[in-house]
């Protein structure tokens, strides 16, 4: 399987701290022909400095140094100067088994528009980890499937059917190049869905691993995607224009409709997130800032006419505060927070 050239993309932005061990997961893996692009996007803490040092150790490595842009800015620089025919994309403060893209490659059939998808752990700060697994179930879909069981279930669910993210991922070059026109350095939380809903979407041939999870996600309780906030309001209603952009223009008709159905539910998903963000880490303006959301024209509107379906004890909270946004409801839902996170060795 090493005939397939597969190119391994790292956006690296202040992670000298975990930089090394990343890297150290990909010039370790089994597989010859590759490349691993290190993205540096401005950092200050000199994580440039130590990818021009890893670049001298391995001439598989490329350091790519730009100014800072945001996450998207600079994984959009990768692919442009990659030259894989497939590509991977890896976090700077996660890591790999070295196994991975040995193992993925040997799922790959050469189809241009196909992806190889795995599973990955959750690993916290105090030694814990989580598994978490693909809920489509591991097998091979061909575009009959895709269209039938996988593309009406990517939208609108509480838990992905199947994982959004770029990572723990093997992506045809096609997929991802004929699709970062979507993609917005102005989103900052789920922007992975503005490329990846479209590539997924054009998807002819998707293979679930079973059970392999390669990847290993490094849960940071200060990172951006878990720390508060103020602007993610205005982010996700600027996430959600793209996703209907996505759905215009790859579908028509009756699909088109049942997929903006699918896109009002997951919107509503979205702003269950945006109560946990104020409610989590807005001590002072919290109950005013979540009523001005669940008050909204268009939550409402949402709220309404789009029933979802709820089953984990915080979203039902959250469902809750969101449909009957008063002042007992939003203090429970505060001192939930406070209690979760103090339990977990944070702050709210």
Request: glycine share 8%.
């Amino acid at each position: 399987m090493d005939n397939y050239r597969v190119s391994i993309i790292v956006s690296v932005y202040n992670t000298k701290k975990y930089l090394g061990r990343c890297a150290g997961a990909l010039t370790g893996q089994h597989y010859d022909n590759l490349e691993i692009i290190l993205v540096d996007d401005g950092s200050k803490d000199g994580s440039g400095e130590l990818c021009d040092t890893l670049a001298q150790r391995d001439c598989r490595v490329r350091v790519i140094h730009k100014e800072n842009g945001g996450l998207v800015s600079a994984w959009k620089r990768g692919v442009k100067e990659s030259t894989g025919d497939y590509l991977c994309f890896v976090d700077s403060d996660d890591w790999v088994d070295t196994n991975m893209i040995e193992e993925m490659a040997a799922c790959l059939s050469g189809n241009p528009r196909e992806i190889i998808a795995s599973d990955y752990v959750i690993e916290r700060g105090n030694g814990s980890r989580k598994y978490v697994w693909q809920q489509l179930p591991p097998g091979e879909y061909g575009r009959k499937e895709m269209e039938g069981e996988v593309i009406p279930n990517l939208l609108g669910r509480e838990s992905r059917y199947v994982a959004i993210s770029r990572c723990m991922k093997l992506i045809a070059r096609g997929l991802i190049e004929d699709n970062c026109q979507y993609a917005h350095p102005s989103i900052r939380m789920g922007e992975d869905i503005t490329v990846m809903l479209p590539a997924l979407i054009d998807c002819e041939r998707l293979v679930i691993m079973e059970h392999k999870a390669y990847y290993h996600y490094l849960y940071v309780a200060d990172s951006m995607s878990h720390g508060y906030d103020s602007l993610l309001w205005e982010n996700i209603k600027r996430l959600r224009g793209i996703i209907l952009r996505i759905l215009e223009d790859k579908f028509d008709g009756k699909t088109l409709e049942s997929m903006q159905k699918k896109a009002d539910q997951e919107h509503i998903f979205m702003l269950m997130l945006v109560l946990k963000n104020e409610a989590r880490g807005n001590r002072r303006g919290y109950m005013e800032n979540i009523r001005k959301v669940c008050l909204d024209h268009e939550t409402r509107r949402l709220i309404r006419n789009t029933p979802v379906q709820v089953s984990e004890k915080s979203n039902r909270l959250l469902y809750m505060a969101m449909k009957h946004p008063n002042i007992m409801n939003l203090l429970l839902l505060r001192l939930a927070m406070v209690v979760y996170y103090k339990g977990h060795g944070k702050q709210a």
